[in-house]
């Protein structure tokens, strides 16, 4: 269509004073074209001047809309004015288009939609804005039990929001999660740096349980964080606590394993018998045996297989048995085989395993079980990444906490000697 209507001389002997005319744009194809005549050249001119060929093409379209069409025009108009929309029809299907088009092109989304997807959004963030300290510390905690984390870890992370949430007024149950992003970075160190074992309350916590709570609370805010619970977390730019006061990790020495061993006989406690030698010789942490069940258990190709379900780490792990912890595990062929899945630490065995170490003879180490085997089998291998892979452990952690801790040969050989059955006594 052209962008400008055209002035031409006008000749009719019936109408002589009629000088010029202006040709309309025509919508029909084939057909003789309108025009509009002028008595002068500047009324001819200033038509032109002042009308678009749209604008008539508009006009001509207009005047000629059916009934039906008249009406629906009239009623897209009234529907503008009920909803107090201060634009034309024109502009309001105009704009409609475009968002459809933009909606269906680059989103294969139709516009109703797109209003439900942001209702929902909308919804979403509403709740976060309103999600109390309780609620978001509840679902915290599922999360944590879907994703398979033990018992004590669960009750260890309540246990230090609990603390947290008591100790700043502007903070409890039922206020709202978003009030947690208000606490000063400041204000956070010194509330942990006072903390005091819950034991004895004249005590302040090691940089080791500074460093765990610290975890805990780096984990949680960043939770909320993703979930829109808080704007901002109390730990921007604090840095994890240093571990000052680091020891070296308790081991047993090979006669020491053997009370153990022989104290778990003598009481005929087969899950904590287990417990030991598998923590002893295969490394295992306390939580991945108290997961174990037997078919994870594999004599023939001398294999444990821990699924990411068992694991701390949350990453599947095969862990060689050695020939000693083999012979020890072969009186047991029976219960690997039949029930498969039955868990190897029977229900109670935290409450049996607390009374066992308060009988032995000898002081029971917290985590020395898997401490031994890490440094015995460092010690054996000389190899800190088969013995990483062996514990679930980074080459550089073994080598920081347990290289060098044995050196004698004979010691070493000792405990990697300890096999069933034990001679008499």
Not at 52 to 72: F, H, N, Y
Not at 133 to 151: M, N, P
Request: glycine share 2%.
């Amino acid at each position: 269509m052209k962008t400008a209507l055209t002035v031409r001389k006008y000749r009719n002997a019936k109408r002589p004073e009629y000088k010029y005319r202006v040709f309309l744009p025509c919508n029909t194809p084939n057909a003789n074209r309108p025009y509009k005549v002028f008595k002068t050249l500047q009324d001819a001119d200033e038509f032109a001047r002042t009308h678009s060929p749209q604008d008539i093409s508009t006009d001509i379209l207009s005047a000629s809309l059916p009934e039906q069409k008249r009406k629906e025009y009239v009623a897209a108009e009234n529907i503008l004015n009920e909803f107090e929309f201060n634009i034309s029809v024109a502009e309001a299907v105009k704009e409609y288009a475009q968002f459809r088009n933009e909606l269906e092109t680059s989103y294969g989304m139709s516009l109703a939609k797109c209003i439900e997807f942001f209702k929902e959004y909308h919804f979403a963030k509403k709740r976060a804005r309103d999600i109390t300290v309780k609620t978001a510390i509840a679902e915290y905690l599922l999360i944590l039990k879907t994703e398979g984390k033990s018992k004590e870890h669960i009750a260890n992370v309540l246990q230090h929001l609990k603390r947290f949430t008591l100790h700043f007024p502007a903070i409890n149950e039922n206020t709202l999660c978003l009030n947690m992003g208000n606490i000063l970075p400041n204000e956070f160190l010194e509330w942990l740096y006072s903390l005091t074992s819950l034991k004895d309350s004249t005590k302040k916590l090691s940089s080791k349980s500074l460093q765990n709570y610290f975890i805990t609370f780096q984990a949680f805010f960043n939770w909320a964080l993703k979930m829109e619970y808080i704007q901002r977390s109390p730990l921007d730019k604090i840095s994890k606590p240093k571990i000052k006061d680091k020891k070296e990790p308790e081991i047993y020495t090979p006669e020491e394993i053997k009370i153990l061993i022989r104290h778990a006989q003598k009481l005929k406690h087969k899950d904590i018998l287990l417990f030991i030698l598998i923590g002893a010789f295969a490394g295992l942490r306390h939580s991945e045996i108290k997961r174990l069940t037997w078919d994870k258990i594999n004599l023939e190709s001398k294999a444990i297989t821990l699924n990411a379900s068992i694991t701390k780490t949350i990453q599947r792990r095969v862990v060689n048995i050695p020939d000693n912890l083999l012979a020890w595990l072969q009186p047991f062929q029976t219960n690997i085989q039949n029930p498969p899945t039955e868990l190897i630490c029977k229900p109670g065995f935290e409450e049996r395993l607390k009374r066992f170490t308060k009988t032995l003879p000898i002081k029971w180490k917290r985590n020395a079980l898997r401490h031994s085997c890490a440094s015995y089998h460092l010690a054996k291998t000389q190899n800190e990444y088969e013995t990483a892979r062996q514990m679930g452990h980074s080459a550089n952690v073994l080598k920081t906490n347990y290289m060098g801790l044995i050196l004698s040969s004979k010691t070493i050989e000792s405990y990697w000697n300890l096999s069933y059955p034990f001679p008499a006594y």
